[in-house]
């Protein structure tokens, strides 16, 4: 087989030299030698299994005369950032992580890459990363977490969290138990947040081996799946089959199917429109509006559904989606399998993978049509909607399905907020009433960086006079997890001079799921015309914005140069 870095060898003794004084001898060097990126490291049960995974797809490679090498670019996690100023890098380190790949795959001319991880935004830098060296690519996701005890997931830590801030709501040794019990293993938190989402959406693009999202991360089959992709990885190679080749238009539209069947996170109208800016494509706002109006909800998993991913993965994961959607996906799309999606499923029927775990998901005494609906017993269309509006001109996102049915329209009194934090302790003083409709503004891409309002929607859930009544809009964003009615992504953002930006307490604001509105039909209080909200708007704009605080380094490269949230927040060209 053919090497890629041939050429530069000849340049350059010292690259031999530097190759084998880490260890490869002098037929190492001669092989065609693969990336291995992930992101090990300690920083969370996400991370911190993956150099073991990795270790079986380095045996891959060496069964089939490659040689790999293992690199680390370690992520950090949403949860250990909730509540303070660690919370507004999260997103801006898909760019940096995407950029570290990009510096590690452009300095040596690798012949192909495998990817893996587990998380929110370390995915969707790795395929970010894969778009923008479009080499032959495989992406190993990490899976899930064992389930807590009762099948909770980690999002225990919102009730447990605000009843810490209220006197005699709880007590120590429910707090320690809560602590020892709510991540019981490695892996993915084990609900369907942006983590699981978007191993779900690697899976749907065709980046990673079918059925390989969200299996659990204990259990021997996850070891195996990166054995299979060392020895893949090869066959890539050899066939020249690269990322664009995998990653079309209609790989793209196949991901989003799949999200609004699943109930994913709003955070992949962030991720995959971001993804596909790195191949020339744009993936507009509307194409997610346009499909989830098509696309029946099959995915009964939390927080939208009532399962864990663990069950879901049992089920049949992705593979069963699709093989309930297959009337409606383009099952001609190359995979890396070196097949179509379609030839990918009857693989599968084959294997027996659909009913081979099946067992396991009886040990919850659960049977595969309550976690994964057929189409004909789906209840709605869809999981989220685009709203637009005179509040968000540009779009804003909702997941409805995580939403109940009396939440989906509403008309209340804006309630403001500049930072998520001030929000976030009215709440937890009883300040916040219900029907208000809580606005948290300047947390946008070049606000705050983006962070996601988890904390507060929580406290908002969990608060028995709050819950089912209090609507929550901002230019941030939401964890997949997110429950209630919360309207993100509102953009222009408020730190763009967005409409956002100069609503006043007492406004009245209304938004409709079924009419995809977002609007401002009041001031002070009473119903006005659209000219005179305009024209009273126009007048407080005047003022101009909050200023923003002074920054450095990476939060200041980011907070300058990010692009709308309806583009993908990423960096503008």
Known sequence: MKQKSAPQRLLWAQFDALQMGSGWDEEDILKPQILLEDVFGDSHPGSTH????????????????????????TDICDGCAQGHDGMNYILASREAICDMIEVHGCVYPW????????????????????????????????????????????LVAGDISLRQK?????????????KMTGCPSCGACTFLGTASTMQCMAEALGLTLPGAALMPATMRDIFAYARKAGRKILELVEKGIKVSDILTREAFENAVMIHSAIGGSTNATLHLPSI??????????ELFDELNHKIPHLGNITPSGAHLTEAFWFAGGVPMVQ???????????????????????????????????????????????????????????GSVAILKG???????VIKYSACSQDMRERKGPARVFNSEEAAYQAVVDGKVHPGDML???????????????????????????LNGSVSLITDGRFSGATRGA??????????AGGPLAFVEDGDILEYSVKNRRLDIVGIGGEEKSKEEIEAILAKRAQAGIVPRPERKGLFKRYTEHALSAMEGAGYED
């Open 50 to 73: 993956l150099a073991g995974i990795m270790e079986q797809a380095k045996y891959g490679v060496f069964e089939k005369g490659g040689f790999p090498a293992q690199y680390h670019t």
């Open 111 to 154: 012949d192909g890459m495998i990817l893996s991880a587990s998380c929110d935004k370390s995915i969707p830098a790795q395929l970010k990363a894969a778009a923008r060296l479009d080499i032959p690519t495989i992406f190993v996701p990490g899976g899930s977490m064992r389930p807590g005890p009762n099948m909770t997931t980690s």
């Open 166 to 178: 209220r006197k005699d709501a709880i007590t120590d040794r429910e707090i320690l138990d809560y």
């Open 276 to 285: 596909a800016r790195e191949l020339g494509m744009t993936l507009e706002p």
């Open 323 to 381: 093989k309930e959607l297959k009337d409606m996906l383009h099952l001609d799309v190359m995979t890396v399998t070196g097949k179509t999606l379609g030839e990918n499923l009857e693989d599968l029927e084959r294997d027996n993978f659909f009913e081979r775990n099946l067992g396991y998901l009886h040990n919850y005494g659960l049977e595969r049509e309550q976690v994964i609906f057929p189409v004909e017993k789906a209840e709605e269309k």
């Open 390 to 396: 005179n509040l968000a001109p540009e779009g804003a």
């Open 439 to 465: 606005i948290i503004r300047y947390e946008g891409p070049r606000g705050s960086g983006m962070p996601e309002m988890l904390m507060t929607t929580e406290a908002i859930v969990c608060d028995e006079r």
């Open 486 to 495: 919360a309207i993100g992504h509102v953009s222009p953002e408020a730190a």
